[in-house]
């Protein structure tokens, strides 16, 4: 019942490339040509680093109901703030009793231990811990 109309390219020897051949009222489209870019297609498109792209959005004049990067306000974080280690620098996850430092392992825990209290004094200056020692 159902016909079936198949399109070969030798189907008819009267068509060119730019023509499309008609097989049975269908237009066959390999024949068809197709270019490989558009017409009006350039390569000229360049890419922009953060710096200039930062710098042209300051230069535009921007609304004060729109928001942008500079006069957006958001909530503080309800995240607890993390904790490093005072030797290391990597994330801690204990605290010392008696000195009130912050380590990471034991290994850093015995290091404490040994270290004298004016070490351990400088070492709560950086992170401006100022704690009376007991």
């Known amino acids: 019942m159902a016909s079936s109309i198949t399109a070969s390219p030798s189907s008819s020897s009267s068509g060119t490339l730019d023509q499309p051949n008609q097989v049975g009222g ?3 489209m390999a024949h068809i040509h ?3 870019k ?3 297609w350039h390569a000229s498109k360049k890419t922009k680093n953060l710096k ?3 710098t042209l959005e300051k230069a ?18 309800m995240t607890p703030q993390k904790k490093y280690c005072d030797i ?5 996850r204990y605290t010392d009793p008696k000195t009130r430092l912050r380590y990471h392992s034991t290994e850093v825990y015995q290091l ?5 209290i004016g070490v351990v004094q ?3 200056g950086l992170r401006n811990a100022a704690v009376v020692l007991k």
């Open 122 to 124: 400088q070492y709560l």
């Open 34 to 36: 197709k270019p490989f």
């Open 26 to 28: 269908i237009t066959n």
């Open 52 to 54: 200039q792209i930062i």
């Open 38 to 40: 558009k017409p009006g």
């Open 60 to 77: 535009k004049e921007w609304k004060t109901s729109q928001p942008t990067y500079w006069n957006i306000e958001a909530l503080p974080s």
């Open 88 to 92: 290391t620098g990597l994330e801690a």
């Open 112 to 116: 404490i231990k040994n270290q004298p």
